[in-house]
C-alpha cells in the first residue's frame, strides 16, 4: 500500500518533457474546465436524477450520488492536480476519489491531459464516473 502511493508520488514529480512553454493563464483554464465538468454531470443527470448535489472549488469537483433501485450511495471527487512545473508546460493530472459508507476510500487515476484539451477531459471523465458508479459491490 505504502509503495503504491510512494510510486504515485514520484509519478507527479516528474519534469514535463515539452520544451514548449504555455502561455495563457493556467488558473482561468483551470476555471473553465472546472465549471464544463459540472454542467456535464448536470446534462448527463437529467434523466437519471442520481445526483444529489454537486459541489466545485478551483480544483475539483464533489459530486454526492444517491441511486435508491440500485442502493448506491456515494460521493465522487474529481480532482485536478498541478505543481510549478505543470503550470509552466499547460498539465493536469485527473483522479477521482470514490468514498462509501463502511468502505475505504478508493483512487482512480484518470490521466495526464493538456489543460486546454476541454472535450478529451470531459468525456474520459465522465466515461470514467459512470464505470464507477455502475460497479457492482
Known sequence: MIAKELATKDYFHKYAKSKIKFCWDYKNELKILVNLITKKFEESDKDKK???FIETSNNWVKIKI???DRKITRI???????????EKYGNCHIELVIKELSKKARLYYV????????????KKIIKDLYLSIEEIY
Open 50 to 52: 442520481i445526483i444529489k
Open 66 to 68: 444517491d441511486d435508491k
Open 76 to 86: 465522487i471527487e474529481c480532482i485536478i492536480r498541478h505543481d510549478n512545473n505543470d
Open 111 to 122: 490521466g495526464k491531459f493538456q489543460i486546454q484539451d476541454h472535450n478529451n477531459i470531459v
